[in-house]
Protein backbone atom coordinates (compact mmCIF):
# COMPACT_ATOMS: atom_id res chain seq x y z
CA UNK A 1 0.00 0.00 0.00
CA UNK A 2 2.91 2.30 0.09
CA UNK A 3 2.35 3.34 -3.51
CA UNK A 4 0.05 5.69 -2.22
CA UNK A 5 0.12 9.12 -1.48
CA UNK A 6 -2.15 8.83 1.47
CA UNK A 7 -2.05 12.50 2.10
CA UNK A 8 -2.81 13.13 -1.47
CA UNK A 9 -6.02 11.17 -0.66
CA UNK A 10 -6.87 12.85 2.51
CA UNK A 11 -6.63 16.51 0.89
CA UNK A 12 -8.88 15.45 -1.78
CA UNK A 13 -11.29 13.33 0.53
CA UNK A 14 -10.99 14.34 3.98
CA UNK A 15 -10.54 12.01 7.00
CA UNK A 16 -11.20 9.20 8.65
CA UNK A 17 -11.15 6.81 5.63
CA UNK A 18 -10.56 3.07 4.19
CA UNK A 19 -8.72 2.48 1.28
CA UNK A 20 -8.67 -0.87 -0.55
CA UNK A 21 -6.27 -1.62 -3.53
CA UNK A 22 -8.08 -3.37 -5.58
CA UNK A 23 -5.81 -3.88 -8.02
CA UNK A 24 -3.20 -5.71 -5.86
CA UNK A 25 -5.67 -7.56 -4.67
CA UNK A 26 -6.52 -8.76 -7.54
CA UNK A 27 -3.07 -9.70 -8.57
CA UNK A 28 -2.95 -11.33 -5.38
CA UNK A 29 -5.83 -13.64 -5.99
CA UNK A 30 -4.82 -14.60 -9.39
CA UNK A 31 -1.21 -15.53 -8.06
CA UNK A 32 -2.71 -17.68 -5.67
CA UNK A 33 -5.61 -19.49 -7.40
CA UNK A 34 -2.80 -20.37 -10.28
CA UNK A 35 -0.84 -22.64 -7.88
CA UNK A 36 -4.16 -24.64 -7.28
CA UNK A 37 -5.36 -27.65 -9.68
CA UNK A 38 -8.05 -27.09 -11.28
CA UNK A 39 -10.50 -29.34 -9.05
CA UNK A 40 -9.66 -26.57 -6.09
CA UNK A 41 -11.94 -23.40 -6.04
CA UNK A 42 -10.86 -20.34 -4.05
CA UNK A 43 -13.90 -18.40 -3.24
CA UNK A 44 -13.68 -14.95 -1.40
CA UNK A 45 -15.26 -14.74 2.03
CA UNK A 46 -17.95 -11.46 2.24
CA UNK A 47 -17.98 -11.09 5.88
CA UNK A 48 -14.21 -10.12 5.78
CA UNK A 49 -15.15 -7.07 3.61
CA UNK A 50 -18.38 -6.68 1.89
CA UNK A 51 -18.01 -3.21 0.01
CA UNK A 52 -19.82 -3.57 -2.76
CA UNK A 53 -17.27 -2.41 -4.78
CA UNK A 54 -14.56 -4.53 -3.38
CA UNK A 55 -17.52 -7.56 -4.29
CA UNK A 56 -17.61 -5.54 -7.90
CA UNK A 57 -13.85 -5.68 -8.38
CA UNK A 58 -13.69 -9.44 -7.66
CA UNK A 59 -16.57 -10.04 -10.21
CA UNK A 60 -15.43 -12.29 -13.15
CA UNK A 61 -11.99 -13.46 -11.61
CA UNK A 62 -13.41 -15.27 -7.95
CA UNK A 63 -15.85 -18.12 -8.70
CA UNK A 64 -17.45 -18.21 -5.81
CA UNK A 65 -18.42 -16.72 -2.66
CA UNK A 66 -19.13 -17.49 1.00
CA UNK A 67 -21.84 -15.65 2.23
CA UNK A 68 -23.46 -15.63 5.83
CA UNK A 69 -26.52 -13.94 5.71
CA UNK A 70 -29.14 -12.96 3.81
CA UNK A 71 -27.76 -9.27 3.52
CA UNK A 72 -24.87 -10.61 2.15
CA UNK A 73 -26.66 -12.67 -0.35
CA UNK A 74 -28.50 -9.71 -1.94
CA UNK A 75 -24.99 -7.32 -1.55
CA UNK A 76 -23.33 -9.67 -3.88
CA UNK A 77 -26.00 -10.55 -6.22
CA UNK A 78 -26.65 -6.21 -6.63
CA UNK A 79 -22.07 -6.43 -7.32
CA UNK A 80 -23.21 -9.13 -9.92
CA UNK A 81 -22.49 -12.33 -8.54
CA UNK A 82 -25.04 -15.18 -9.20
CA UNK A 83 -26.68 -16.79 -6.28
CA UNK A 84 -25.58 -20.53 -7.36
CA UNK A 85 -22.05 -19.81 -7.20
CA UNK A 86 -22.61 -19.51 -3.41
CA UNK A 87 -22.10 -21.38 -0.56
CA UNK A 88 -24.44 -20.08 2.62
CA UNK A 89 -22.91 -21.04 5.69
CA UNK A 90 -23.99 -19.34 9.33
CA UNK A 91 -25.12 -20.39 12.77
CA UNK A 92 -28.98 -19.02 13.21
CA UNK A 93 -30.31 -18.80 9.24
CA UNK A 94 -33.56 -17.58 9.77
CA UNK A 95 -36.52 -19.44 7.82
CA UNK A 96 -36.54 -16.05 5.49
CA UNK A 97 -32.91 -16.05 4.75
CA UNK A 98 -33.34 -20.29 4.12
CA UNK A 99 -36.70 -18.74 1.56
CA UNK A 100 -33.89 -16.15 0.06
CA UNK A 101 -31.50 -19.16 -0.60
CA UNK A 102 -34.06 -21.59 -2.19
CA UNK A 103 -36.28 -19.26 -3.67
CA UNK A 104 -32.89 -17.48 -5.84
CA UNK A 105 -31.14 -20.83 -6.06
CA UNK A 106 -27.90 -20.64 -3.55
CA UNK A 107 -25.57 -22.82 -4.83
CA UNK A 108 -24.70 -24.96 -1.27
CA UNK A 109 -26.33 -24.26 1.96
CA UNK A 110 -24.20 -25.31 4.65
CA UNK A 111 -26.58 -26.76 7.28
CA UNK A 112 -25.35 -26.51 10.67
CA UNK A 113 -28.09 -28.42 12.87
CA UNK A 114 -30.80 -31.02 12.52
CA UNK A 115 -33.33 -28.36 13.07
CA UNK A 116 -31.84 -25.75 9.85
CA UNK A 117 -32.15 -29.18 7.73
CA UNK A 118 -35.64 -29.45 8.42
CA UNK A 119 -36.66 -26.25 8.09
CA UNK A 120 -34.73 -25.86 5.33
CA UNK A 121 -36.23 -28.96 3.57
CA UNK A 122 -39.77 -27.67 4.22
CA UNK A 123 -38.92 -24.69 2.09
CA UNK A 124 -38.17 -26.59 -0.48
CA UNK A 125 -40.72 -28.17 -0.28
CA UNK A 126 -42.98 -25.47 -0.65
CA UNK A 127 -40.87 -23.88 -3.60
CA UNK A 128 -40.85 -27.48 -5.32
CA UNK A 129 -36.79 -27.56 -5.31
CA UNK A 130 -34.39 -29.64 -3.97
CA UNK A 131 -31.57 -27.58 -2.28
CA UNK A 132 -27.78 -28.98 -2.58
CA UNK A 133 -26.05 -28.91 0.77
CA UNK A 134 -23.14 -29.47 2.47
CA UNK A 135 -23.02 -30.75 6.30
CA UNK A 136 -20.72 -28.34 8.35
CA UNK A 137 -19.04 -30.38 10.86
CA UNK A 138 -17.63 -29.45 13.91
CA UNK A 139 -14.59 -31.85 14.39
CA UNK A 140 -13.53 -33.25 17.67
CA UNK A 141 -10.32 -31.92 17.50
CA UNK A 142 -9.18 -28.75 16.00
CA UNK A 143 -5.48 -27.10 16.05
CA UNK A 144 -4.86 -24.86 18.44
CA UNK A 145 -2.64 -22.56 16.06
CA UNK A 146 -5.42 -21.38 14.96
CA UNK A 147 -6.87 -18.22 17.74
CA UNK A 148 -10.37 -18.02 17.52
CA UNK A 149 -11.68 -21.74 17.08
CA UNK A 150 -14.74 -22.38 15.73
CA UNK A 151 -14.33 -26.17 15.90
CA UNK A 152 -13.81 -28.79 18.30
CA UNK A 153 -15.20 -28.65 21.71
CA UNK A 154 -19.19 -27.37 22.50
CA UNK A 155 -19.68 -24.60 19.65
CA UNK A 156 -22.65 -23.00 17.66
CA UNK A 157 -21.21 -24.15 14.75
CA UNK A 158 -21.88 -27.00 13.00
CA UNK A 159 -22.44 -30.41 13.62
CA UNK A 160 -20.53 -32.65 16.29
CA UNK A 161 -18.47 -35.20 14.44
CA UNK A 162 -19.93 -37.67 16.87
CA UNK A 163 -23.66 -36.73 16.32
CA UNK A 164 -23.64 -36.21 12.60
CA UNK A 165 -24.83 -40.05 11.48
CA UNK A 166 -28.52 -39.59 11.79
CA UNK A 167 -28.06 -36.34 9.97
CA UNK A 168 -26.60 -37.55 7.33
CA UNK A 169 -28.94 -40.26 6.86
CA UNK A 170 -31.75 -38.13 6.88
CA UNK A 171 -30.40 -35.62 4.37
CA UNK A 172 -30.43 -38.90 2.31
CA UNK A 173 -33.42 -39.90 2.87
CA UNK A 174 -35.06 -36.20 2.15
CA UNK A 175 -36.04 -35.85 -1.58
CA UNK A 176 -35.58 -32.04 -1.23
CA UNK A 177 -32.44 -31.99 -0.43
CA UNK A 178 -29.35 -33.40 -2.20
CA UNK A 179 -26.32 -33.91 0.25
CA UNK A 180 -23.54 -32.53 -2.12
CA UNK A 181 -20.90 -33.14 0.55
CA UNK A 182 -19.15 -31.75 3.73
CA UNK A 183 -18.21 -28.09 5.38
CA UNK A 184 -15.37 -27.86 8.08
CA UNK A 185 -14.45 -24.39 8.98
CA UNK A 186 -12.07 -24.77 11.98
CA UNK A 187 -11.00 -20.91 13.03
CA UNK A 188 -9.48 -17.79 11.80
CA UNK A 189 -6.28 -15.97 11.52
CA UNK A 190 -3.65 -19.12 11.34
CA UNK A 191 -0.60 -18.27 10.57
CA UNK A 192 1.11 -21.81 10.35
CA UNK A 193 1.45 -23.42 6.86
CA UNK A 194 1.52 -26.58 8.89
CA UNK A 195 -1.41 -26.71 10.78
CA UNK A 196 -3.33 -25.46 7.97
CA UNK A 197 -2.09 -28.62 6.00
CA UNK A 198 -2.59 -31.09 9.08
CA UNK A 199 -6.20 -29.31 9.12
CA UNK A 200 -6.95 -29.98 5.80
CA UNK A 201 -5.97 -33.57 5.71
CA UNK A 202 -8.31 -34.21 8.97
CA UNK A 203 -10.94 -32.50 6.88
CA UNK A 204 -10.22 -34.96 4.35
CA UNK A 205 -9.76 -38.25 6.34
CA UNK A 206 -13.29 -37.06 8.23
CA UNK A 207 -14.79 -36.51 5.07
CA UNK A 208 -14.05 -40.27 3.71
CA UNK A 209 -14.87 -42.33 6.41
CA UNK A 210 -18.73 -40.41 6.24
CA UNK A 211 -18.88 -41.09 2.85
CA UNK A 212 -17.68 -44.52 3.06
CA UNK A 213 -19.86 -45.21 6.42
CA UNK A 214 -23.12 -43.54 4.24
CA UNK A 215 -22.27 -44.44 0.69
CA UNK A 216 -22.27 -40.35 0.13
CA UNK A 217 -21.17 -39.51 -3.29
CA UNK A 218 -18.89 -36.62 -2.33
CA UNK A 219 -19.42 -33.52 -4.93
CA UNK A 220 -18.34 -30.78 -2.71
CA UNK A 221 -16.09 -30.72 0.03
CA UNK A 222 -15.80 -27.31 1.64
CA UNK A 223 -12.32 -27.28 3.76
CA UNK A 224 -13.04 -23.13 5.15
CA UNK A 225 -10.48 -20.52 5.14
CA UNK A 226 -8.76 -18.84 8.56
CA UNK A 227 -5.19 -18.45 6.30
CA UNK A 228 -3.82 -16.08 8.54
CA UNK A 229 -2.08 -12.61 7.91
CA UNK A 230 0.83 -11.30 10.16
CA UNK A 231 -0.34 -8.02 12.39
CA UNK A 232 1.93 -7.49 15.10
CA UNK A 233 5.61 -7.33 15.72
CA UNK A 234 7.44 -10.94 15.59
CA UNK A 235 4.41 -12.25 12.99
CA UNK A 236 5.74 -13.08 10.00
CA UNK A 237 3.76 -13.54 6.75
CA UNK A 238 3.32 -17.22 4.99
CA UNK A 239 4.68 -18.15 1.94
CA UNK A 240 1.77 -17.52 -0.15
CA UNK A 241 2.90 -19.75 -3.49
CA UNK A 242 4.38 -22.71 -1.28
CA UNK A 243 1.19 -22.68 0.66
CA UNK A 244 -0.81 -22.71 -2.33
CA UNK A 245 1.31 -25.48 -4.33
CA UNK A 246 1.40 -27.69 -0.98
CA UNK A 247 -2.45 -27.51 -0.59
CA UNK A 248 -2.71 -28.22 -4.10
CA UNK A 249 -0.51 -31.10 -4.34
CA UNK A 250 -1.88 -32.30 -1.30
CA UNK A 251 -5.57 -32.46 -2.36
CA UNK A 252 -4.43 -33.70 -6.14
CA UNK A 253 -2.71 -36.57 -4.07
CA UNK A 254 -5.63 -37.75 -1.96
CA UNK A 255 -7.90 -37.22 -4.88
CA UNK A 256 -5.63 -39.54 -7.10
CA UNK A 257 -5.46 -42.15 -4.43
CA UNK A 258 -9.16 -42.19 -2.84
CA UNK A 259 -11.73 -43.62 -4.99
CA UNK A 260 -14.47 -41.46 -2.74
CA UNK A 261 -13.01 -38.39 -3.19
CA UNK A 262 -12.91 -39.22 -7.30
CA UNK A 263 -15.88 -36.71 -7.94
CA UNK A 264 -15.57 -34.06 -5.74
CA UNK A 265 -14.28 -30.50 -6.22
CA UNK A 266 -12.62 -28.71 -3.48
CA UNK A 267 -13.52 -25.59 -1.84
CA UNK A 268 -11.47 -22.99 0.00
CA UNK A 269 -13.41 -19.65 1.37
CA UNK A 270 -11.04 -17.19 2.26
CA UNK A 271 -11.20 -13.92 3.44
CA UNK A 272 -8.31 -12.05 5.46
CA UNK A 273 -5.90 -13.83 3.42
CA UNK A 274 -7.63 -12.41 0.65
CA UNK A 275 -8.08 -8.52 1.33
CA UNK A 276 -7.01 -7.94 4.64
CA UNK A 277 -3.33 -6.83 3.57
CA UNK A 278 -4.64 -4.72 1.18
CA UNK A 279 -7.02 -2.06 3.14
CA UNK A 280 -5.14 0.79 5.08
CA UNK A 281 -7.32 2.80 7.67
CA UNK A 282 -6.26 7.07 7.67
CA UNK A 283 -7.32 9.31 10.70
CA UNK A 284 -6.09 12.82 11.47
CA UNK A 285 -5.08 13.77 15.26
CA UNK A 286 -7.36 16.56 16.66
CA UNK A 287 -5.83 16.85 19.69
CA UNK A 288 -2.68 16.18 22.11
CA UNK A 289 -2.55 15.51 25.63
CA UNK A 290 0.11 14.80 28.04
CA UNK A 291 -0.49 13.86 31.28
CA UNK A 292 0.56 12.33 33.99
CA UNK A 293 3.42 11.68 32.35
CA UNK A 294 2.05 9.92 28.93
CA UNK A 295 1.25 11.84 25.78
CA UNK A 296 -2.08 11.30 23.90
CA UNK A 297 -2.57 11.71 20.20
CA UNK A 298 -6.60 12.13 19.91
CA UNK A 299 -7.91 11.21 16.58
CA UNK A 300 -11.06 11.77 14.47
CA UNK A 301 -11.82 8.07 13.98
CA UNK A 302 -11.17 5.07 16.91
CA UNK A 303 -12.81 1.79 17.62
CA UNK A 304 -16.22 3.34 16.07
CA UNK A 305 -14.38 2.40 12.68
CA UNK A 306 -11.74 0.08 13.27
CA UNK A 307 -12.62 -1.78 16.06
CA UNK A 308 -10.26 -4.77 15.83
CA UNK A 309 -7.35 -2.03 16.30
CA UNK A 310 -8.16 -1.96 19.81
CA UNK A 311 -6.97 -5.17 20.03
CA UNK A 312 -10.94 -6.41 21.21
CA UNK A 313 -11.79 -8.70 18.44
CA UNK A 314 -10.75 -12.07 19.34
CA UNK A 315 -7.25 -11.04 20.26
CA UNK A 316 -6.36 -12.38 23.64
CA UNK A 317 -2.98 -10.31 24.00
CA UNK A 318 -3.82 -6.31 23.27
CA UNK A 319 -1.14 -5.83 20.96
CA UNK A 320 -0.49 -2.94 18.56
CA UNK A 321 -0.91 -3.05 14.50
CA UNK A 322 0.96 -2.05 12.34
CA UNK A 323 0.51 1.77 12.26
CA UNK A 324 2.45 4.74 10.69
CA UNK A 325 2.59 8.65 11.17
CA UNK A 326 2.19 9.77 7.64
CA UNK A 327 2.59 13.39 8.05
CA UNK A 328 6.11 13.06 9.75
CA UNK A 329 9.67 11.87 8.07
CA UNK A 330 9.80 7.87 8.87
CA UNK A 331 13.18 8.19 10.33
CA UNK A 332 12.29 11.24 12.71
CA UNK A 333 12.82 10.23 15.85
CA UNK A 334 10.59 7.85 17.87
CA UNK A 335 8.75 8.57 20.99
CA UNK A 336 6.46 6.36 22.83
CA UNK A 337 2.48 7.91 22.85
CA UNK A 338 -1.08 5.83 22.54
CA UNK A 339 -3.39 6.69 19.95
CA UNK A 340 -6.61 6.60 20.82
CA UNK A 341 -9.80 8.17 18.69
CA UNK A 342 -12.80 10.32 19.92
CA UNK A 343 -15.22 8.01 21.99
CA UNK A 344 -16.54 8.50 25.33
CA UNK A 345 -14.76 5.05 26.51
CA UNK A 346 -11.29 3.66 27.71
CA UNK A 347 -11.35 1.13 25.22
CA UNK A 348 -11.10 3.46 22.41
CA UNK A 349 -7.09 2.78 22.47
CA UNK A 350 -6.18 1.92 18.98
CA UNK A 351 -2.37 1.59 20.24
CA UNK A 352 -0.80 1.34 23.28
CA UNK A 353 3.03 2.54 24.21
CA UNK A 354 3.69 2.50 20.85
CA UNK A 355 7.08 4.36 19.19
CA UNK A 356 6.11 6.45 16.23
CA UNK A 357 7.45 9.94 15.14
CA UNK A 358 5.89 12.52 17.28
CA UNK A 359 2.21 12.79 16.52
CA UNK A 360 0.81 16.40 16.30
CA UNK A 361 -2.19 17.71 15.54
CA UNK A 362 -3.48 17.60 11.84
CA UNK A 363 -0.87 14.83 11.91
CA UNK A 364 -2.31 11.50 9.11
CA UNK A 365 -1.99 8.40 11.24
CA UNK A 366 -2.51 5.17 8.77
CA UNK A 367 -3.16 1.66 10.09
CA UNK A 368 -1.95 -1.27 7.75
CA UNK A 369 -3.49 -4.36 7.34
CA UNK A 370 -6.94 -3.03 7.49
CA UNK A 371 -8.82 -4.64 4.51
CA UNK A 372 -10.50 -7.17 6.23
CA UNK A 373 -12.79 -7.22 9.37
CA UNK A 374 -12.31 -3.75 9.88
CA UNK A 375 -15.09 -1.66 8.85
CA UNK A 376 -17.21 -4.84 9.01
CA UNK A 377 -16.80 -5.52 12.28
CA UNK A 378 -16.68 -1.86 13.84
CA UNK A 379 -19.48 -0.52 15.63
CA UNK A 380 -20.03 2.47 13.44
CA UNK A 381 -23.18 4.10 15.50
CA UNK A 382 -21.55 4.02 18.24
CA UNK A 383 -21.44 7.88 19.91
CA UNK A 384 -23.29 8.40 16.19
CA UNK A 385 -20.15 10.36 14.43
CA UNK A 386 -20.20 10.45 10.58
CA UNK A 387 -18.99 6.96 9.07
CA UNK A 388 -16.14 6.58 7.57
CA UNK A 389 -15.24 7.30 3.35
CA UNK A 390 -14.37 3.57 1.75
CA UNK A 391 -12.49 4.46 -1.21
CA UNK A 392 -11.16 1.83 -4.11
CA UNK A 393 -8.09 1.88 -6.21
CA UNK A 394 -9.26 -0.28 -8.94
CA UNK A 395 -8.05 0.00 -12.44
CA UNK A 396 -5.16 2.23 -11.56
CA UNK A 397 -8.52 5.06 -10.54
CA UNK A 398 -9.30 6.24 -7.23
CA UNK A 399 -13.22 6.35 -6.83
CA UNK A 400 -15.68 5.90 -3.96
CA UNK A 401 -16.62 2.33 -2.84
CA UNK A 402 -19.18 3.31 -0.32
CA UNK A 403 -19.96 7.11 1.17
CA UNK A 404 -19.23 8.74 4.25
CA UNK A 405 -22.54 8.58 6.17
CA UNK A 406 -23.12 12.00 7.56
CA UNK A 407 -24.36 12.08 11.52
CA UNK A 408 -25.45 15.96 11.08
CA UNK A 409 -25.49 19.01 8.33
C1 LIG B 1 -15.54 -16.15 8.22
C2 LIG B 1 -15.55 -17.43 7.52
C3 LIG B 1 -14.55 -17.74 6.59
C4 LIG B 1 -13.38 -16.86 6.28
O1 LIG B 1 -12.49 -16.78 7.34
P1 LIG B 1 -11.07 -16.07 7.14
O2 LIG B 1 -10.41 -16.24 8.46
O3 LIG B 1 -11.33 -14.63 6.83
O4 LIG B 1 -10.37 -16.74 6.02
C5 LIG B 1 -14.65 -18.94 5.92
N1 LIG B 1 -15.67 -19.78 6.16
C6 LIG B 1 -16.63 -19.51 7.05
C7 LIG B 1 -17.73 -20.49 7.26
C8 LIG B 1 -16.61 -18.34 7.78
O5 LIG B 1 -17.56 -18.10 8.68
Known amino acids: MNQHDLARV ?48 YVGIVPGLDVSSGGEIAI ?66 TGKEFPMRMGGGPSQFGIAEEDVDPVIASALADPQIDLAGFHIYSGTNCLEPKAILENIAQTLTIVVGLARKHHVSVRKVNLGGGFGIPYFAGQVAMDADA ?8 IAYRKAEEPLLRDAKFILELGRFLIGPFGVYVARVVDVKETRGKRFAIMDGGMNHCFPATGNFGQLIKKNYPVANLSKPSESAKIPQELVGPLCTPIDSMARAI ?55
Open 10 to 57: AAAHGTPFYLYDMDLARAHYRRLASQLPSEVELFYCVKANPNPSVLGA
Open 76 to 141: AQRAGFAAPVMSFAGPGKSDQELELSVREGVGLVSVESPGELARLSAVARQYAKRQAITLRINPLV
Open 243 to 250: LMSDIGKF
Open 355 to 409: ELPRCDVGDLIAFESCGAYSFSASPLRFLSHDTPLELIYNDRTYGVGRSREKAYA
